[in-house]
């Protein structure tokens, strides 16, 4: 149904622009055209030629866009999804040891709270894979968590 409108976009746009020029002509009060209806069809008729522009040039402004260029970032945007849903425990860890260091020099008390925050996470995540049977969404204190992961 979807492929049918984009394919004959223009048609449907004709149909709507003839239906209300009729209802402009012979006033009918429920069908109102102003200027953001004409401009909705001018949208609605030129959407699918909107893959065929490849200049735009406004004032000072000038963009181009080449097909070629759009379908490199598209693979490439792609490939590093696929990436990103394989992340490394070591770029994470190295990722949160640069964040505490930075920390350190400016705010060695935030540093503190960081690795604090840091360190309970790593024991919920370390509970939850070694208690799968515990489905309990209470928090639990840290010195808790120790000593039912020791347990």
Do not use: C
């Amino acid at each position: 149904m979807k492929r049918f409108i984009v394919n004959h976009a223009w048609w449907i746009t004709l149909l709507l622009g003839l239906g209300m020029l009729v209802a402009h002509t012979f006033s009918f009060d429920r069908v109102k055209v102003d200027n953001t209806s004409i401009i909705l069809l001018l949208v609605i008729l030129l959407s699918p030629f909107i893959t065929a522009i490849t200049r735009i040039k406004y004032g000072d402004f000038e963009a181009e866009i080449d097909p070629k260029e759009v379908q490199k970032i598209k693979n490439e945007v792609s490939a590093q999804t696929v990436n990103a849903n394989e992340p490394t425990q070591n770029s994470e860890v190295e990722e949160t040891i640069n964040s505490i260091s930075a920390l350190v020099e400016s705010d060695p008390i935030l540093a503190l709270a960081k690795l604090r925050i840091e360190l309970e996470k790593a024991l919920n995540r370390l509970f939850r894979m070694t208690h799968t049977e515990d489905k309990s969404k209470r928090v639990v204190s840290p010195m808790q968590l120790i000593q039912k992961i020791v347990e």
